[in-house]
T-cell receptor, first 117, second 116 residues
Framework: DTGVSQDPRHKITKRGQNVTFRCDPI?????LYWYRQTLGQGPEFLTY????????KSRLLSDRFSAERPKGSFSTLEIQRTEQGDSAMYLC???????????????FGPGTRLTVL | DQQVKQNSPSLSVQEGRISILNCDYT??????FLWYKKYPAEGPTFLIS?????DKNEDGRFTVFLNKSAKHLSLHIVPSQPGDSAVYFC???????????????FGKGTLLTVNP
């Protein structure tokens, strides 16, 4: 069973450019999460999907951010018109929620390190 | 408003001794707690979790204790090994209106260094 994978691992871009990140969850995990981590902080929740439905978005997710999970498998996170404040590690996690299990153990990918110049 | 607090930014322990990492929370709705370990340039790795209906959960060298009245949990690592050196994050979640837990709220982490 492979873990959560993310691509790319590193991205350097210039301010104002658009970037897109991809996350492939553990197979058959129906929940997928995006978090952002900045230096000296713990990961902060951005959004989550149950299957293909995006069920919650954090206030951290401005209008420049959009996430999709079109077929309930992989997900993409796009940032439009990047700003220097977007520089962070973007983490994806997945979990398997079943009728018999209400607690949610999330497994994280290696992250995408974004640097906006 | 920091709902999950790890007040010790760092901890140094001798190999073979016990490491105790602490975490406090303020949100009384939290009912599921997890510990993650993180190496530089990698994502967090799940270590151990505990539900609020328990006060202790053990997995090998790792034990998590939960004191609900004090809103405090701790992770004990015995015996500590140099490979345990990493940043440890405490995380918590609350049950949503649908009856399941989902988004995690993390502390800022504690850097554990285990010296040979």
């Amino acid at each position: 069973d492979t873990g959560v994978s993310q691509d790319p691992r590193h991205k350097i871009t210039k301010r104002g450019q658009n970037v897109t990140f991809r996350c492939d969850p553990i197979s058959e995990h129906n929940r997928l999460y995006w978090y952002r981590q900045t230096l000296g902080q713990g990961p902060e929740f951005l959004t989550y999907f149950q299957n293909e439905a995006q069920l919650e978005k954090s206030r951290l997710l401005s209008d420049r951010f959009s996430a999709e999970r079109p077929k309930g498998s992989f997900s993409t996170l796009e940032i439009q018109r990047t700003e220097q404040g977007d520089s962070a590690m973007y983490l994806c996690a997945s979990s398997a929620l079943s009728p018999s299990v209400s607690t949610d153990t999330q497994y994280f990918g290696p992250g995408t390190r974004l640097t906006v110049l | 408003d920091q709902q999950v607090k790890q007040n010790s930014p760092s901890l140094s322990v001798q190999e073979g001794r016990i490491s105790i990492l602490n975490c406090d929370y303020t949100n009384s709705m939290f009912d599921y707690f997890l510990w993650y370990k993180k190496y530089p340039a990698e994502g967090p790795t799940f270590l151990i979790s505990i539900s609020s209906i328990k006060d202790k959960n053990e997995d090998g060298r790792f034990t998590v204790f939960l004191n609900k009245s004090a809103k405090h949990l701790s992770l004990h690592i015995v015996p500590s090994q140099p490979g345990d050196s990493a940043v440890y994050f405490c995380a918590a979640s609350a049950e949503n209106s649908g009856g399941s837990n989902y988004k995690l709220t993390f502390g800022k982490g504690t850097l554990l260094t285990v010296n040979p």
